[in-house]
């Protein structure tokens, strides 16, 4: 049987429900989503919470939602139980439908694989009569539910809508770089080769003198990528699948080394072949499409692609897919083959530019005002002055977060949370950020040349050191939080270089104290992470878990120096001749005890972010703790 839209709905036939009251049959009168998930495929998430949503607000109109979880991956049907319901605790805590579980594959038999639907999550919508009038993706249901409820849906409609994504039965040969990647293999290749050192990228320059195939080779042959950790598409995983279950072959069709190809083929397991670069032929454009045309003849193919390489591919091609097309691919793809399957969720916005730039950390650049508040010197030019500046480190810090961030790709994958950093996560291309350093280090000096040459001198140093933390100082026990500590020191200097006050050695010195203290806060916590999570020790970190307690001592240590370096600053003349009442700030020493002695202990109870800094601004009591020591020094003045 093939189930299409106008066909009778198949019954429901779940092993167990797992959320609300079992459901025999279809009633009359009643308008039923059916929709199909696993926890494994990440647009299900958003598609739950979409269900959710519908579900209250058409509860009163006769809609009821099911939600099928057929396709779970676990050795066991009680495995896949627990690991759903533990799922479903998480992520839907409070579902308003019903969710099915069903394991003999009776489910998938009689609904997914005769739909001809493209993978998961799919929803049917079943009308007041018990036939099926839409077969699709659940980002179309707010047009569609509405018509069904009030009989003004064309099922016609929604036919030619299902089998414009239905595919053939020719092999499905998908590309990889931007495909069935969220990401490029080439410049994963080369950051990874880049901390190796002169000798290992000087081999990868002398490479270009054989063609762009050599380059490929020689970084794939030099770097060790983790293909378990690599973003894939999930849109094409769920393509691929759904081919796979109606006995398509797939094969993998990319520009990429030969190494990276097999790797990924032999890890996902789902392809019938591939076809890559070697060290002398890159397989792209026409030569691609020459060697698809050969094995498979013209039109004898679907073709999965995501840029202008692809259009040689796609002419020769049965059917198009395009992945995360530009606007102008869009209308020549569309010229070229009339129609296409689109396998992307739109655009991605400028939230993970926001999160990649690390806008939240500019706060830190903040530093740079602090040689105006401790001299006393406001004015309107030294202010202007300052805010130039601030601006300037923030477009330099951009530049140094996005290149630690492509420098860290495959730790950040590793890691709990970073693994949702925009690059790590496929949100954006390294290909990209490598173009938005340089672009945003030009703009951060071009502003600084405003100010002066030494202000430039400070700025660059900063680059300097902060990559070369990056790259190399980072994975060196006690001197990575000394380089941190240099280099919120370094604002501090810019900001007086850049007014022309000088820095006094009090304020340097209890810079490198407090800051030092904050370094060592942020490795505590990292460390503690691991041990509570029972992870192993890092192997591109110096550090070791039983190191906790030592760190932990050195935390208190150069807090507390910070706290006497304050003290003896208040004894001294200097601030005699600066403050009315100077005696006021010996109020800060017990405050300043109490903040850090408070963050060590909320970084010993797991309680604190990666960024003792991120912390101190969410926190309510170290905001309020900040608030008071700025409020006694303007007691002072």
């Known amino acids: 049987m093939v189930l299409r839209v106008e066909s009778l709905a198949p019954p429901i036939k779940v092993e167990s429900w797992l959320r609300g009251q079992p459901l025999t049959s279809f009633q009359p009168g009643k308008v039923y989503i059916v929709q199909f998930w696993a926890t494994w495929s990440l647009p299900c998430m958003a598609a739950m919470r979409h269900l959710v949503q519908l579900q209250e607000k058409y509860k009163h109109s006769g809609l009821e939602i099911i939600g099928v979880a057929a396709h779970e991956r676990a050795r066991t049907p009680d495995e896949a139980q627990t690991k759903l319901d533990a799922w479903l605790t998480k992520n839907v805590p409070n579902p308003n439908y019903r969710i099915g579980f069903e394991c003999t594959g009776e489910m998938n038999n009689l609904w997914m694989e005769s739909d001809l639907s493209c993978g998961i999550p799919t929803s049917f919508v079943v009308n007041r009569d018990g036939y099926i009038v839409f077969i699709g993706r659940p980002k179309q249901l707010d047009d569609v539910i509405p018509k069904v409820l009030d009989s003004n849906w064309r099922t016609s409609d929604a036919a030619k809508a299902a089998n414009a994504e239905c595919p053939s039965d020719k092999p499905l040969v998908v590309d990889l770089d931007g495909s069935l990647l969220l990401t490029d293999v080439l410049y994963e290749s080369c950051l990874d080769v880049l901390p190796l050192g002169f000798h290992a990228n000087f081999a990868a320059v002398r490479a270009l003198a054989n063609g762009k195939a050599a380059v490929k080779h020689h970084l794939a042959q030099a770097s060790e990528l983790d293909y378990a950790t690599l973003p894939y598409n999930p849109r094409v995983i769920d393509l691929i699948q759904a081919a796979k279950a109606r006995g398509r072959k797939v094969y993998l069709a990319t520009a990429a080394n030969a190494k990276h190809a097999k790797a990924i083929a032999d890890y996902l397991g789902i392809f019938d072949g591939w076809f890559a670069s070697d060290a002398k032929t890159n397989l792209s454009g026409s030569l691609k499409a020459e060697i698809l045309t050969v ?29 995360g097309l530009s606007n102008a691919v869009k209308s020549r793809l569309v010229a070229l083959k009339g129609n296409y399957v689109t396998l992307d969720d739109g655009n991605v916005g400028t939230r993970p530019w926001f999160k990649a730039l690390r806008v939240h950390q500019y706060v830190k650049n903040l530093l740079v005002f602090v040689p105006l508040a401790t001299s006393h010197q406001f004015t309107l030019a030294s202010i202007t002055t300052a805010v130039i500046a601030f601006v300037a480190f923030c477009g330099c810090a951009s530049a140094v977060y996005i290149l630690n961030d492509l420098l860290d790709l495959r730790s950040d994958r590793a890691h709990a949370t970073k693994r949702a950093r925009p690059f790590a996560s496929g949100l954006l291309q390294p290909r990209t950020g490598l173009l938005m350093v340089p672009m945003f280090l030009l703009f951060s000096l071009m502003l600084a040349t405003t100010i002066s040459l030494e202000f430039v001198s400070v700025l660059a140093g900063y680059f300097v050191l902060t990559s070369a933390y990056s790259v190399y100082l980072k994975r060196k026990m006690l001197l990575d939080v000394i380089v941190l500590a240099v280099l919120y020191t370094t604002r501090i200097i810019a900001g007086g270089v850049a007014a022309e006050i000088q820095i006094s050695q009090w304020l340097f010195i209890f810079s490198m104290f407090i800051f030092t203290s904050l370094a060592l806060i942020k490795r505590y916590v990292e460390l503690a992470r691991r041990l509570d999570r029972g992870l192993p020790d890092r192997s591109d970190r110096d550090y070791r878990i039983g190191d906790l307690d030592v760190v932990a001592a050195l935390v208190a240590a150069a807090g507390m120096n910070a706290v006497t370096i304050f003290a003896l600053y208040v004894t001294s003349s200097d601030v005699q001749r600066l403050y009315r009442h100077p ?10 005890i109490y903040w850090i002695g408070r963050a060590l202990m909320m970084a010993h109870r797991g309680l604190m972010d990666d960024d003792p800094i991120v912390f101190a601004l969410r926190d309510r009591i170290s905001t309020s703790a900040i608030v008071l020591m700025i409020a006694v020094v303007i007691i002072a003045i």
């Open 295 to 323: 094995a498979f003849g013209k039109n004898g193919f679907d073709y999965v692609g995501n840029g202008p390489a692809d259009f040689p591919v796609w002419e020769i091609a049965d059917k198009a897919y395009g992945v």
């Open 583 to 592: 005696k006021a700030l010996w109020l800060i020493c017990p405050i300043l």
